[in-house]
Each structure stands twice: as C-alpha cells, then as structure tokens.
C-alpha cells in the first residue's frame, strides 16, 4: 500500500499542471468571446442597419462554443483531480 501510494506522489501535480493550462485556454477563449460581444455592442448601429445580426449571433455563438469545450475539460480534470486527491 505504501508503494502504491509513493507510486502515485506525482500525478496530483501532473493533474495541477494540466489544469492551469486548460484554464490559460478557457481564460483566452473567455476574453475572445467577450472581445466579440463588445465590438458588437459598439457597432450595433451598423449592424442593424446592415442585418448582420445572424452572423454576428453565429460569431458569438462560436466563440462561446469553443469557451464552453474548453470549460468541460477543466471540470472534467478536476473531478479526476478531487478523485486522486
């Protein structure tokens, strides 16, 4: 059991270091999707009057998809991450 247990002294720091990665992403992801809402709010003028508002919807959705992909992980490594530990 001991050997098991110094065996596996490591993985809850591999596990740490996975996770700040995969919340650098989300992080950058997050700030993307906001860097899109915000540039449609400060044209919103423009884009009604042009009808962009689908593909604007379509850009923010997409960024909010890939902010969610990246949010999954993280709470997926840290589930494992609270079971190792």
């Known amino acids: 059991g001991i050997a098991f247990m110094i065996a596996c002294l490591p993985v809850p720091g591999l596990l740490a270091r996975r996770m700040h990665g995969i919340f650098k992403n989300l992080m950058v992801k997050a700030d993307a999707r906001v860097e899109v809402v915000a540039e449609a709010l400060s044209v919103i003028r423009m884009i009604k009057m042009f009808g962009w508002e689908r593909?604007?919807?379509?850009?923010?959705?997409?960024?909010?998809?890939?902010?969610?992909?990246?949010?999954?992980?993280?709470?997926?490594?840290?589930?494992?991450n609270n079971s190792v530990t």
């Open 55 to 80: 593909k604007i919807a379509e850009r923010i959705a997409e960024q909010r998809e890939e902010e969610l992909h990246w949010l999954r992980r993280s709470e997926i490594v840290g589930l494992v």
